[in-house]
């Protein structure tokens, strides 16, 4: 039966570090970036879902009937900056890997 792990970022950081992400990446015509504009034009685009993928709160929401479903472990990218050996720990308990505490240090 498959296993899920939900890596969630704070918003403010998804929205900064997708505009950086697309505002370096070409299309694939290789004649542009995929955006180009400033942040405030992409902060807007993002917010109201007017950019690739959506909103991304909609994303975030399409989760929510997955939170009581024991297949899926979230994290956020916070906690795993936070307390990775934690991390770790969850996701090896949640994928049910044989793995003791000293092969987990070692990772």
């Known amino acids: 039966r498959a296993r899920y792990i939900y890596v969630c970022r704070d918003g403010r950081d998804a929205c900064c570090s997708f505009f950086h992400h697309l505002s370096s990446q070409r299309t694939k015509a290789g004649d542009k970036y995929v955006f180009e504009g400033t942040f405030a034009e992409f902060h807007e685009r993002w917010v109201s879902g007017r950019i690739e993928y959506g909103r991304w709160t909609d994303h975030l929401a399409s989760w929510d009937a997955a939170a009581s479903d024991p297949r899926v472990l979230f994290l956020t990218y916070e906690e795993l900056s936070r307390d990775l050996r934690g ?10 890997l044989p793995l003791g505490d000293d092969e987990v240090s070692s990772l």
Do not use: F
């Open 87 to 96: 991390c770790v720990g969850r996701i090896v308990s949640h994928l049910a």
